[in-house]
């Protein structure tokens, strides 16, 4: 079993930046990737990011070049910073950890979401 605690979330102006924290206990050492997911009132739950145990990474196109994933294994924490933000970011944002690279898009648990809101 594993626990996931997302935070960070909040409000703020298109152009701002979030700094989103997920801090992660349990069984930590069967699960080597870590990933962010955001659903939008009304939209379907998409992919954000990943990041491996090796700091292999992934981000969707529509955040590439503003949003930077990465981790402190010593505190078992994964973070998204998100810059240059837009109102199309608005969403709850969801920490995940799954088995496998491969399946990145289908992770094994889900933290229970931050909610990021950027106005215009």
């Known amino acids: 079993q594993v626990q996931l605690v997302e935070s960070g979330g909040g409000l703020v102006q298109a152009g701002g930046s979030l700094r989103l924290s997920c801090a992660i206990s349990g069984r930590i050492s069967r699960w080597p990737v870590m990933c962010w997911f955001r659903q939008a009132s009304g939209k379907e739950r998409e992919f954000v990011s990943a990041i491996s145990w090796g700091d292999s990474s992934e981000y969707a196109d529509s955040v590439k070049g503003r949003f930077t994933i990465s981790r402190d294994s010593a505190k078992n924490t994964v973070f998204l910073q998100m810059d240059s933000l837009k109102p199309e970011d608005t969403a709850v944002y969801y920490c995940?950890?799954?088995?496998?690279?491969?399946?990145?898009?289908?992770?094994?648990?889900w933290g229970q979401g931050t909610q990021v809101t950027v106005s215009s």
């Open positions: 995940t950890v799954g088995e496998s690279w491969q399946r990145i898009r289908t992770p094994n648990y």
